[in-house]
């Protein structure tokens, strides 16, 4: 079975410093991962995903994402934190090896919040 | 990508009614799927709308309650059907392009009361 274990509720970062989101995933085989973003009153939107490849994933507004296979991870990360970041942050995971029927199972999500 | 759109964006119900929730999207797509989520939780899906075959739910979700419907490749409406206070929530459609990334609607927001 798939799961997703996003162990902070909420980050909070000052502006300008760097920031982590983690996620750690359960998957029977090679996952395909993700991250989304959600803004308030807002739908997810989609932030970056790893599918293959470099293990260090470069998505939108500036953040990026490392695959660590042996620990079963996929942080989300950002060199130097925007107040306009602050937003809910989820991490999800499908497993790869079930063709298109395999659904994407979401993390519980972490709030970011960065402050002035 | 693909740009999806949701009708209504928010609604305000009486219970016992009935609400149907539409989902556009610009391009065609084998997969559409509904979700529902909390304020500030997690996602948890719903079913799974399939073009010309009826939707598969999820466990804890039945076709009486959440009647969907895929008349075709772009479109598919949910309805949330006898509402009470719990289903208050954010609705979202998500569609799939190809074997791996999910798109997701604005969402629409339901309270009842």
């Known amino acids: 079975a798939q799961s997703v274990a996003q162990p902070e509720d909420q980050v909070n970062v000052a502006e300008g410093n760097p920031l982590t989101v983690k996620c750690t995933y359960s998957v029977s085989g090679n996952p395909y991962l993700f991250w989304y973003v959600q803004y308030p009153n807002r739908g997810l939107q989609f932030l970056l995903k790893y599918i293959t490849g470099d293990n260090l994933v470069k998505g939108s507004y500036g953040f990026e994402a490392e695959f660590n296979k042996s620990q079963t991870s996929f942080h989300l990360k950002k060199p130097s934190a925007l107040v306009s970041d602050s937003a809910l942050y989820f991490c999800a995971v499908r497993d790869r090896g079930n063709s298109s029927a395999s659904k994407i199972i979401f993390g519980s999500g972490t709030r970011l919040s960065i402050r002035p | 990508s693909a740009v999806i759109s949701q009708k209504p964006s928010r609604d305000i119900c009486q219970r016992g009614t009935s609400l149907t929730i539409q989902c556009q999207v610009d391009s065609q797509v084998t997969m559409m799927f509904w979700y529902r989520q909390q304020p500030g939780q997690s996602l948890t899906l719903i079913a799974t709308a399939n073009q010309g075959s009826e939707a598969t739910y999820e466990s804890g979700f039945v076709i009486d309650k959440f009647p969907i419907s895929r008349p075709n490749l772009t479109f598919s409406t949910l309805t949330v059907s006898n509402m009470s206070p719990e289903d208050s929530s954010i609705y979202l459609c998500?569609?799939?392009?190809?074997?791996?990334?999910?798109?997701f609607g604005p969402g629409t927001r339901l309270l009842v009361l």
């Open positions: 998500s569609v799939a392009t190809g074997l791996e990334t999910q798109y």
